[in-house]
């Protein structure tokens, strides 16, 4: 079966389910309404949204994983995140050897599909289909064999059409978001797994506060924080610990308002924040070969240089430190406390 028939009947299944559903809520609740001039996008109550490479929201409750095993042997993990709010599927993805494959779902608060995407090996491979929250088709990118562009809606609902480039099914290219009601954030991101540091780390089998038998691996402080702070309530009973490393935390690139979901994904040269009310550039930052920010100027609205800071680059991303108190101690270039 081809991808493009397939593409095909899952838009098709997809156009059918969302009918489905407008159905059956109105069906429940008659005096509901969704008219696309009045769509529930742009409804302040449904702003607790965030995306796992476009899709989901801030307010996690938990995950949900089921395992099924296949007559081959292979271990199939199909993962649900759902709503802290209502207890709802955000949306649900398909592991096989710990890499993401096959089809993501995502899904709005009100039980219509949000996106649907196609995942190989760890690797965004097609964008198939995504809409809004009425159910109205939006256009999804040209994202097709790990090449191209997806289109996606910024973390506060004002832009449909923001956009992020994909070689190989990894982030590549430019990329424009909309970070604030009148802020948007350009420039091009590039996948480098060299640029990621590895922290010390345990991993921990150990029983957990329901007695079932866990294995999770820690970093040095978290490993202390959860298994020896003496103000955490909950006693674990270690079974083994040995030595291992963890990859840093994703982090947020502060200078520009945004994270990603993996540390590889960095942005690199120049990138710019531009005010959308008239279109000016009100500050520049470029970065090394590694996602460090290395020159941040901030303008004025004439366009002056209001103030200028320049930074050290590094070989690898800088890690941030935290004190015993949680207090930042400040960035750290391979072990070295830079300014």
Wanted: glycine share 10%; with cysteine; proline share 4%.
């Amino acid at each position: 079966m081809g991808i493009s028939y397939l593409r095909y009947r899952v838009q098709k299944l997809n156009k059918l389910i969302m009918k489905l559903i407008k159905i059956i809520v109105c069906f429940l609740f008659p005096l509901c309404s969704f008219s696309q001039g009045n769509d529930s996008l742009k409804n302040k109550k449904w702003i607790n949204y965030n995306r796992k490479r476009g899709i989901g929201e801030t307010s996690i409750k938990n995950w949900e994983d089921k395992i099924n095993i296949s007559r081959s042997g292979d271990t199939l993990v199909r993962k649900f995140a759902r709503s802290m709010g209502t207890g709802e599927v955000l949306y649900e993805t398909s592991y096989i050897h710990n890499e993401e494959n096959g089809l993501e779902i995502a899904y709005h608060p009100n039980g219509m599909i949000k996106e649907i995407n196609y995942y190989l090996d760890g690797r965004l491979w097609e964008t198939i289909s995504r809409s809004d929250s009425n159910g109205k088709a939006l256009n999804p990118g040209t994202l097709y064999n790990g090449n191209g562009t997806r289109l996606f809606t910024d973390y506060h609902y004002l832009d449909l059409n923001c956009y992020e480039t994909y070689r190989n099914g990894l982030p590549e290219g430019p990329y424009y978001e909309q970070t604030g009601t009148s802020i948007a954030a350009k420039g091009e991101l590039t996948y480098k797994k060299g640029a990621v540091n590895y922290l010390p780390a345990k991993k921990v089998t150990y029983i957990g506060a329901s007695g079932e038998k866990l294995t999770g691996t820690f970093d040095n402080n978290s490993y202390e924080a959860v298994f020896h702070d003496p103000r955490d309530s909950v006693d674990y009973k270690i079974i083994a610990v040995i030595d291992d490393s963890v990859a840093q935390p994703p982090g947020e690139f502060k200078e520009i308002s945004l994270g990603f979901s993996d540390p590889a994904i960095i942005p690199r040269g120049n990138w710019q924040l531009i005010n959308l009310q008239n279109g000016k550039v009100y500050r520049s930052v470029n970065y090394d070969d590694n996602g460090n920010p290395v020159k941040v100027i901030a303008f004025k609205e004439n366009g002056e240089v209001f103030w200028e800071k320049k930074y050290s680059p590094c070989n690898k991303r800088k890690v941030s430190k935290v004190n015993p108190d949680g207090s930042l101690s400040g960035e750290f270039c391979e072990g070295k406390l830079t300014k």
